[in-house]
């Protein structure tokens, strides 16, 4: 159990739970097709606080909704919200994290017909996120990855890939998750 119940209702009654979330670039969003795959309370969830973690989204055991997949939002929705990256392009990230939560992050490409990692992480923090720290490390909310140039022809299709930011708060028990879809640029 974490602080967040404490501080939604003393500080940030008026504005959204936060935990964490990627600001830039910009992030895939729930709609119609997601409520179909995932239902309407996960939406919900999604909605109501953009930056919870993976386990206070209910899928209500839908058979193709994976929450551990961007959350379960469908790539269908963000098709008009798809970034195109070159391959060696540098592409910074803004995060925000307002109740940090030790554990590991990463930012990987996934694979989204198999949800499996495309070649190595692009970064990877052992510790990131440290509620224990005075201050968290500049690099915690602004950061950068450089997109791979050995990809061949793969990330090119719409919705073939996704790039993901992971987080686990080890202590919290808590995942935290944001995919940015692209495409390479050939
Ligand atoms: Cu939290």
Redesign the pocket.
């Known amino acids: 159990m974490?602080?967040?119940t404490f501080l939604a209702s003393t500080f940030f009654a008026a504005t959204t739970l936060a935990?964490?979330n990627i600001v830039s670039p910009p992030v895939r969003l729930p709609g119609a097709v997601t409520q179909q795959v995932c239902g309407a309370n996960a939406v919900a969830a999604i909605t109501a606080d953009p930056s919870?973690?993976l386990e206070n989204i209910p899928s209500n055991g839908a058979p193709d909704c994976n929450i551990f997949m961007c959350k379960g939002v469908q790539f269908e929705d963000n098709q008009n919200n798809v970034q195109a990256f070159a391959p060696g392009e540098q592409v910074n990230f803004a995060a925000e994290l307002p109740?940090p939560?030790e554990g590991p992050c990463n930012v990987s490409i996934v694979d989204t017909a198999t949800n499996t990692l495309v070649g190595q992480p692009l970064l990877s923090f052992a510790s990131y996120a440290d509620e224990n720290l005075a201050q968290l490390p500049l690099n915690n909310t602004q950061f950068s990855v450089n997109m791979p140039t050995n990809l061949g022809t793969q990330c090119q299709q719409l919705g073939e890939c996704t790039m993901q930011w992971f987080w686990f708060?080890t202590n919290?028990q808590?995942t935290?998750e944001n995919c940015v879809d692209f495409v390479m640029t050939a």
């Open positions: 974490h602080a967040s935990h964490g919870g973690p109740i939560h708060g919290a808590q935290y």
